[in-house]
C-alpha cells in the first residue's frame, strides 16, 4: 500500500487524539489554574475550549507534514533523517503551542492567571513528553506497516520470478523448440562438427541459466546480455536471415541490475507476435541511453492471426519494477515500432549500500 492512498489521517492518529488531547488539555489548565479547576466552570467553559482549538490545528498540521516527511523519506535507508526531522518538527510544534499557551495567557492575566518560569516548564515538558509518547506510538505502528508491505512485496516478487521462470522454462521445452534445436544440432554435427559444438555450448548455456536463475528476482546487465546472446543463436538457428538482433551496451552500466529474464521475455514476444521472413526480418535493437534505461526495440510486422498470449510478458515486468518502486519503465508502440525502456537499477549491495531487494 502506497502512502499517498492513505487517508491524510489515519484512524489510529484519531483515536490515539481523541484518547490523549483531552488529558493534554486539563492538565495544562491545571497547571495555570491548580484546584480552581474542580472549584468553577469558567475554566471548563472558557480555557479548556481556547487551548483546544489551537491545539486541535497544531495537531492537524503536524499530522500532514509528518506524511508529507513519510512521502518524501520514505525508504528504509532514510529513516534516520525521517526520525530526526520528524522529532524536529514535534519539538516545534509543541514547544510554540505550549509557549504561546503561556505567554497570552500571563500577558492578558486571562482568568486572573500570572505568569511564573516553573508553570512553564512544567507545562513544556507534559506537552513533550505526552506528544512524543503518542509519536512513538504512531511510528511503531508506521514501522509494522511498512514491514507487513515489505514482506508482501517480497513475496510477490519471488512469486512473479517462479512464475516467470517456469513460463520461460516451459516455452524452451516446448516440442517444436526442443525438435528444431536437436534437428539442427544434429545436421550441424555431419555437416559442421565445430559449429555444432558451439551450438550445443550456447543451449546448454541457455538452460543453465534459467535452471539457476529462479534463486533470484534482479540479474546484472551484464548476464542479461549473455543470456540473450546465447538465446539469439538459438532463434537464429530457426528463423536465419529472417530474424536480426543488434545490441550496443554501454560498458559502464554492466554492473546494472534489472529484472531477471527481461529480454528474454520482450524478445521472445517480439517473434511470437510478428511476421519474420527472409525479405522483410523482423530486427531487435537493444542499447542503453545516458539516462540509465536499456531500450528494447523491434520494427512491427504484426501477424494476420494473432498468437495466443498468456499476458505474462511486459505485464510481469511492469508489475516487478512496481514492487521495486523504480518509475520509468515505458512500453510505447507507433505504426513502425514497439519499444520497452527498462529502467536499469544501480546495484547498491555491490558498493557497500543496502541493496533493493534480497534474492
Not at 74 to 102: C, D, I, N, P, Y
Amino acid at each position: 500500500m502506497e502512502i499517498e492512498a492513505r487517508a491524510p489521517i489515519s484512524k489510529l492518529q484519531w483515536y490515539a487524539f481523541l484518547a490523549t488531547a483531552p488529558i493534554l488539555w486539563f492538565a495544562l489548565n491545571y497547571i495555570l489554574y491548580q484546584d480552581a479547576v474542580f472549584q468553577g466552570l469558567r475554566v471548563w467553559l472558557l480555557s479548556i475550549p481556547l487551548i483546544a482549538m489551537p491545539g486541535l490545528a497544531c495537531w492537524y498540521l503536524h499530522c500532514l507534514l509528518s506524511r508529507r516527511l513519510k512521502q518524501r523519506f520514505g525508504e528504509m535507508s532514510q529513516a534516520g533523517l525521517r526520525l530526526f526531522l520528524q522529532a524536529l518538527l514535534l519539538l516545534l510544534l509543541a514547544s510554540g503551542f505550549t509557549l504561546s499557551v503561556f505567554w497570552v495567557y500571563g500577558r492578558g492575566g486571562w482568568l486572573g492567571y500570572n505568569w511564573e518560569k516553573a508553570d512553564v516548564q512544567l507545562g513544556l515538558l507534559v506537552t513533550l513528553g505526552l506528544c512524543f509518547l503518542v509519536e512513538t506510538l504512531y511510528e511503531a505502528d508506521y514501522t509494522f506497516v511498512r514491514y507487513r508491505e515489505s514482506a508482501d512485496e517480497l513475496r510477490s516478487l519471488e512469486q512473479l520470478a517462479e512464475y516467470q521462470e517456469f513460463e520461460s522454462l516451459k516455452s524452451l521445452i516446448n516440442p517444436h523448440f526442443l525438435f528444431n534445436c536437436f534437428n539442427t544440432l544434429s545436421s550441424l554435427i555431419s555437416e559442421d562438427p565445430k559449429r555444432a559444438i558451439r551450438f550445443l555450448d550456447e543451449l546448454s548455456k541457455v538452460y543453465r541459466y534459467l535452471l539457476l536463475n529462479n534463486q533470484k528476482t534482479l540479474s546484472t546487465l551484464e548476464d542479461e546480455i549473455s543470456f540473450i546472446r546465447s538465446y539469439y543463436q538459438l532463434l537464429k538457428t530457426r528463423y536465419g536471415r529472417a530474424l536480426e538482433m543488434n545490441i550496443d551496451v554501454a560498458p559502464h552500466y554492466s554492473g546494472y541490475l534489472l529484472p531477471s529474464l527481461s529480454l528474454q521475455l520482450l524478445a521472445e514476444n517480439a517473434v511470437k507476435h510478428n511476421v519474420a521472413s527472409s525479405a522483410k526480418p523482423l530486427v531487435i535493437d537493444i542499447f542503453t541511453t545516458e539516462s540509465n534505461q536499456l531500450i528494447v526495440n523491434n520494427n512491427l510486422q504484426r501477424k494476420l492471426v494473432k498468437a495466443v498470449s498468456t499476458r505474462i510478458g511486459l505485464e510481469n515486468i511492469r508489475m516487478k519494477y512496481q514492487l521495486l518502486h523504480q518509475q520509468g519503465f515505458q512500453a510505447i508502440e507507433d505504426e513502425k515500432n514497439f519499444t520497452v525502456a527498462l529502467p536499469l537499477i544501480w546495484d547498491q549491495a555491490a558498493q557497500g549500500g543496502e541493496n533493493i531487494i534480497k534474492p
